[in-house]
């Protein structure tokens, strides 16, 4: 199998190592914009480069694997559709929920798979807390609690292309919350701040933010996430339920240093960056990618599950921006308006 990757950044130059090294995966080709850092990719990690974007498409690869700039990937993914290239693309699906609607609608109409990269859904501590809860062994759910929290923030530059902390960060846990549990979310309430570098403000941004969640069978979550946690890369779930707990993320590596007296916790090193922390479920959802590329999986995470979590942080962008609770029916039915 000959893979595509389009896109030689830092989440590209990831997901080309893990490529390379896959079962199954005879070969792979890379491109980019930018055709000498795909060439000194190629060059460094022993992988051939496509003189450019169409010179890939003309290779006819298996599978494509999209890992290019934001704004790049609505037009990528619409060209694997039309030449019937099996394709994976990371999130976010498009630049804003008009884009992202056109993109589900085209893939629902074409034999093509699509899978969108959340990661998480392939941590295998989420997936054993999503076990144990559907197998009766929490009893009633009745509380999540997500973080998600950068050890240091981003360049500024990335934050005016970033989509803002709700849509960069905090949709993975909203598109978690939402495989883990089954259910839908029905209403947020968000607040946002800004405590660290004033380029968050300029970008209209917040490097820390809050939200409440109602679900349609009136489970609560909350969701924080933060640009500023010194301690360490720390993304955790807590799932509650009447009988028993899970939490996930709670492991040697975790950043969690305790304020009780006396009590030792032995640890490794805090993880420092998502690639640290999710570096064996990055492994495991390419894995997945290549069985559907071959035909013999669905596609684990589609663009209409990409919609939804969307969906879900354009209102608590709302929310955090208005003051007032906002209800997902209507965010739902404006789309569909456009």
């Known amino acids: 199998m000959q893979i595509g990757l389009i896109g ?25 914009a930018d055709a000498e850092r795909a060439r000194q990719l190629a060059g460094t990690i022993g992988l051939q480069a496509a003189d450019d ?17 934001t704004s790049a990937h609505a037009e990528l993914l619409l060209r694997a559709l039309d030449e019937r290239v099996p394709v994976f693309c990371e999130k976010p699906v498009a630049l804003d929920v008009p884009g992202t609607v056109e993109i589900v609608r085209r893939a629902e109409d074409s034999p093509v798979p699509v899978q969108i990269g959340f990661q998480r859904r392939f941590d295998a501590g989420y997936r054993e807390a999503r076990r144990a809860l559907h197998a009766g062994e929490l009893g009633l759910l009745h509380t999540l609690r ?21 849509r960069d960060c905090s ?80 492991d040697e590596r975790a950043p969690l240093p305790t304020a009780e007296p006396g009590v030792s ?33 669905a596609s684990p995470c589609t ?6 979590a969307l969906y879900v942080a354009e209102a608590c962008d709302l929310s955090r921006r208005t003051g007032e609770p906002v209800e ?11």
């Open 265 to 297: 916790w032995r640890r490794e090193q805090p993880y420092a960056t998502f690639a640290d922390r999710f570096a064996d479920a990055y492994v495991t959802e390419l894995a997945a990618f290549t069985e559907v590329a071959a035909g013999r999986a």
């Open 53 to 69: 974007i169409d010179a890939l498409f003309a290779a006819r690869p298996d599978g494509l694997v999209i890992t290019a700039a």
């Open 303 to 308: 663009p209409a599950d990409a919609l939804e």
């Open 171 to 250: 949709i993975h846990d909203f598109d978690i919350l939402r495989w883990l549990t089954g259910r839908e979310v029905v209403s947020v309430y968000a607040q946002g701040a800004n405590r660290g570098e004033a380029f968050f403000r300029e970008g209209d941004d917040v490097d820390t933010c809050a939200a409440l969640l109602r679900f349609d069978d009136d489970v609560l979550a909350t969701v924080t996430a933060t640009r500023y946690n010194g301690a360490g890369h720390d993304v955790r779930l807590e799932v509650c339920g009447s009988r028993d707990s899970r939490i996930v993320g709670l």
């Open 8 to 32: 030689t950044g830092r989440i590209g130059a990831l997901h080309a190592r893990t490529l390379r090294d896959l079962p199954g995966v005879d070969a792979v080709l890379v491109a980019d």
């Open 328 to 338: 997902l029916a209507g965010i739902r039915k404006e789309a569909g308006r456009r």
């Open 146 to 166: 997500a973080v998600t929290a950068d050890q240091a923030p981003p360049h500024a530059s990335y934050i005016p292309t970033s989509g803002g902390l709700f």
